[in-house]
């Protein structure tokens, strides 16, 4: 009883925040239970793309501000897609995909992305995107792109990579995440 009441005090004094976990199947536990960790490969030096991370849960956990109410909870498994060329979007594009659920109706989420491409001597920036959307908790899927649709395209052929830095922004802000998809060769078609 005791650590129960000192885990709520705890919680209490520190505020609205986010807890990063390395992420299972979405289905596989509930809000709150154990989590098994993830593994990346070690990075050679002469290797210029980064490793994939691999899926990355973000955590939203909180007192709600009435006390009447009950506590704040929700999360989203943040994924990155290897990218490809797509036809429709007549470009190289890079996916970040987010599944999300919770005890609230819906979280506001932020996915800042960057296509990169393979490039002597540092890897260059071929396409960026920024968008916030809305995504329905209880298994809601939302699809970020770089670049954005309409936006800028990519049409010249190389090792692509994309990573994103994803971000509840509502109901309260919270900390970042950031996940790597795996290396690919694309070239326009």
């Not at 979405?26 to 070690?42: I, K, L, R």
């Not at 490793?51 to 955590?59: A, C």
């Not at 909180?62 to 994924?79: H, L």
């Not at 290897?82 to 506001?108: D, E, F, L, M």
Request: hydrophobic residues 35%.
């Amino acid at each position: 009883m005791r650590s129960k009441i000192v885990l709520t005090a705890l919680c209490a004094s520190l505020g609205p925040m986010l807890a990063l976990a390395p992420a299972v199947q979405a289905d596989s536990h509930p809000v709150g239970a154990a989590e098994a960790p993830t593994t990346s490969a070690s990075a050679s030096d002469s290797d210029p793309t980064p490793k994939v991370e691999g899926t990355t849960r973000i955590t939203l956990n909180t007192a709600s501000t009435d006390a009447r109410k009950r506590t704040i909870r929700a999360y989203c498994n943040i994924t990155a897609d290897a990218p490809h060329w797509s036809k429709k979007g007549k470009s190289v594009i890079y996916k970040t995909r987010a599944q999300c659920y919770g005890n609230i109706p819906s979280v506001q989420l932020k996915v800042t992305s960057k296509l990169m491409r393979a490039g002597a001597p540092k890897a260059l920036v071929a396409a960026t995107a920024k968008e916030t959307q809305t995504v329905r908790t209880g298994g809601g899927r939302a699809t970020f792109y770089a670049p954005v649709p309409h936006g800028n395209k990519v049409k010249y052929a190389g090792r692509f990579w994309g990573q994103s830095t994803a971000q509840i922004v509502s109901p309260i802000t919270g900390t970042k995440t950031q996940v790597v998809s795996r290396a690919a060769d694309a070239k326009p078609r």
